[in-house]
């Protein structure tokens, strides 16, 4: 399974940006999609996840500014970021569970490659 996360770029303080990881390769279901983010110096921290049925959480410091959805059909999943802030710079990481087929049914978890957002001031 390969998730491909893109979106990220630079803007300026109160901008948005909407990221966006997709998955592919061979798995039956994708169940809990999450993004992570990492600062420099600082530890990867989760941001926000969503089931697959769309229930959402997220951490208290983007709740209100960030949605996150998915679209099933696509195995895609999405960040919209709006009233960016400094302190959201950060690289960006998609996260998965796939439930795959490998001689019986396994959960396994999956990353993607981060995708840089920078919030100038």
């Known amino acids: 399974v390969q998730l491909q996360a893109s979106g990220g770029g630079l803007v300026q303080t109160g901008g948005s940006l909407r990221l966006s990881c997709a998955a592919s390769?061979?798995?039956?279901?994708?169940?809990?999609m999450r993004w992570y983010r990492q600062a420099p110096g600082n530890q990867r921290v989760l941001v926000a996840l969503?089931?697959?049925?769309?229930?959402?959480n997220y951490t208290d410091s983007v709740k209100g500014r960030f949605t996150i959805s998915r679209d099933n059909a696509k195995n895609t999943m999405y960040l919209q970021m709006n009233s960016l802030k400094p302190e959201d710079t950060a690289t960006y990481y998609c996260?998965?569970?796939?439930?795959?087929?490998?001689?019986?049914?396994?959960?396994?978890?999956?990353w993607g490659q981060g995708t840089l957002v920078t919030v100038s001031s």
């Open positions: 996260n998965a569970d796939a439930l795959i087929i490998d001689g019986g049914y396994r959960l396994r978890n999956y």
């Open positions: 390769g061979s798995f039956f279901s994708i169940n809990v």
């Open positions: 969503v089931y697959s049925g769309g229930l959402a």
